[in-house]
């Protein structure tokens, strides 16, 4: 155990603000320490961000830290309860395999959940058994860290720890805890639960907290929970798009894995699309197609809908009127969610003015991908380098007239070539977070090999550098009969 000196000396500056919120929002955990707990990697630049020292978070004591097996301030692990809509059904949940270490305060004043996730069982556990698997925990660190990198809002990883112990799935696996960081684990799911099982005082109370701690902004605004709702969906919408339009697939879109703060959290079943195809859906679980490529903004809209229901109760005393200004605000997101997209596409194909023609100019592209079967990726970088043009779509007449019609776009707009491919390159990036690259990773990683792994996260953290040490990463995974699947809470 430390004393309050010795964190300091570490950099933990530790606050529990949702200790404060009523009981019903978490469960106090205790110490459950894992067996013999190892450091698989550290996020050192993460680590210095949050004020951490990671030479000490790489000793015998900062991992058992990172483990759960020791604790910097005592009786301050708690699950979060929540509830959620998964594939459609509502249902309670809560932190099932995660616990909460506190809310560390950077030194540049910003407040962030350190969670630890494979960390054992709590009251939410559900028969399950609280525990991750090294593989799927070196993923979300992975791809995480990659979205990070590609600019997408999201939870990052601080580190991932072996705990020595094995985990039975459908076969037996190596037990680990990831750290994720987050700027607060309130999800839709957060104020659903409460909004069905606590009373409009509790609700009330969480609202302030989100907006305090969210969107402080709006605090002294006289409607104040109207705005919350307009921010969160402006956040959302802005985050979908951007999902969009980088090919990313979150795979489990349910009410509970959507932040209040606006960023991406549980890398579960997610993966990025390599071909384009608008039905893409890579998660075993989703046979429905729900969560797939295309369907992920209606899906938006959906949860919004569910997140809106359960803050009715303070939007108007009149039911019926607090469902009108539900339904208003939840009216703009269409139009929010379109400006965000469009403004990005744009910016993908140099355009820096607005002209009606626009969404056309990409529409036509994005049809012309998906009848050719081209990499979403790699077509945007054959457009920004002019490089890898002679074949697939590439040599159609079709292709030609279009990129005839783009080119007059561009010239339709006072920036020179120069600024077009500048704007291009900070666009589209280079590389992204390929399926195979990251099974090839893992599966390294598993047999005590971090080399490849190590290499995937540096080429990785520079997404946009269009670097020559970057090129094996561009390539496309070799033909295969089986698609690739990605599975849920592993
Ligand atoms: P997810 O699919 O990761 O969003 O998880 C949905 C719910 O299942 C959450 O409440 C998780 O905490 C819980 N959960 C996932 N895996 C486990 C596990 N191994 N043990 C207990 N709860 C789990
Ligand atoms: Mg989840």
Same mark, same amino acid.
């Not at 910003?110 to 009251?123: A, E, H, M, N, V």
């Given at each position: ?127 399950? %058994? ?29 580190? !991932? ?92 879109? *349910? ?10 959290? %549980? ?19 989703? !046979? ?50 379109? *400006? *965000? ?127 020559? %040490?970057? %090129? ?19």
């Amino acid at each position: 155990m430390k004393d309050k000196k010795e964190s300091k000396d570490i950099g933990w500056n530790l606050d529990n603000s949702y200790l404060n919120l009523p009981k019903v929002f978490f469960s106090k955990i205790n110490l459950n320490p894992v067996s013999s707990p190892q450091l698989i990697i550290l996020n050192d630049t993460l680590a210095k961000e949050l004020g951490l020292d990671s030479n000490y978070l790489k000793t015998e004591e900062g991992v058992k830290i990172l483990s759960g097996s020791e604790t910097i301030q005592e009786g301050a692990f708690i699950a979060q309860a929540y509830a959620g809509h998964q594939f459609g059904h509502f249902t309670m949940l809560g932190d099932g395999r995660a616990l909460l270490i506190g809310e560390q305060i950077t030194p540049s004043g910003k407040r962030y959940d350190i969670q630890l996730k494979g960390s054992g069982k709590t009251p939410y556990s559900r028969g399950g %058994d609280g525990r991750a698997v090294l593989g799927p925990m070196i993923r979300e660190y992975i791809i995480s860290e990659a979205m990070y990198n590609l600019k997408i809002p999201t939870t990052r990883s601080l580190a !991932v720890v072996k705990t020595g112990e094995h985990v039975i799935r459908e076969t037996v696996k190596e037990g680990a805890i990831l750290t994720r960081v987050a700027s607060s684990h309130i999800r839709f799911g957060t104020f659903q639960y409460i909004s069905q099982w606590g009373n409009k005082e509790q609700l009330k109370e969480l609202a302030d907290y989100s907006i305090k701690r969210h969107y402080p902004y709006i605090e002294d605004d006289e409607n104040k929970y109207i705005n919350f709702l307009k921010e969160v969906i402006k956040a959302q919408a802005s985050l979908v798009s951007k999902w969009q339009c980088i090919g990313f697939i979150h795979g489990v879109m *349910n009410t509970d894995n959507m932040t209040i703060s606006g960023e991406t959290i %549980d890398y579960g079943p997610c993966a990025f699309m390599d071909t384009y195809n608008p039905d893409t859906v890579f998660s075993s679980i989703d !046979v429905y197609g729900r969560y797939a490529y295309k369907n992920q903004p209606k899906m938006l809209g959906w949860n919004l809908c569910r997140f809106a229901e359960s803050l009715l109760p303070l939007l108007d005393e009149d039911q019926n009127e607090a469902i009108n200004i539900a339904q208003e605000a939840i009216s703009d997101y269409d139009e929010i969610y379109y *400006n *965000n997209w469009i403004s990005i596409m744009r910016s993908k194909l140099g355009i820096f003015n607005e002209e009606e023609l626009d969404k056309a100019i990409i529409e036509d592209l994005l049809s012309m991908m998906e009848k050719y079967n081209e990499d979403y990726t790699n077509t945007f970088v054959s457009l920004t380098t002019k490089n890898n043009m002679d074949k697939g779509m590439f040599i159609s007449d079709e292709f030609k007239n279009w990129y005839d019609s783009w080119q007059e776009r561009l010239k339709r707009q006072p920036n020179s070539s120069e600024e077009v491919n500048k704007l291009m390159k900070e666009s589209n990036p280079y590389v992204i977070p390929r399926n195979h690259r990251v099974e090839e990773a893992i599966e390294a990683a598993d047999k005590g090999d971090l080399s490849v792994m190590m290499k995937l996260l540096d080429v990785l953290s520079r997404p946009y550098d269009y670097s020559n %040490d970057q %090129d094996d990463y561009t390539m496309l995974p070799k033909p295969s009969s089986c698609p690739y699947k990605t599975y849920c809470g592993t």
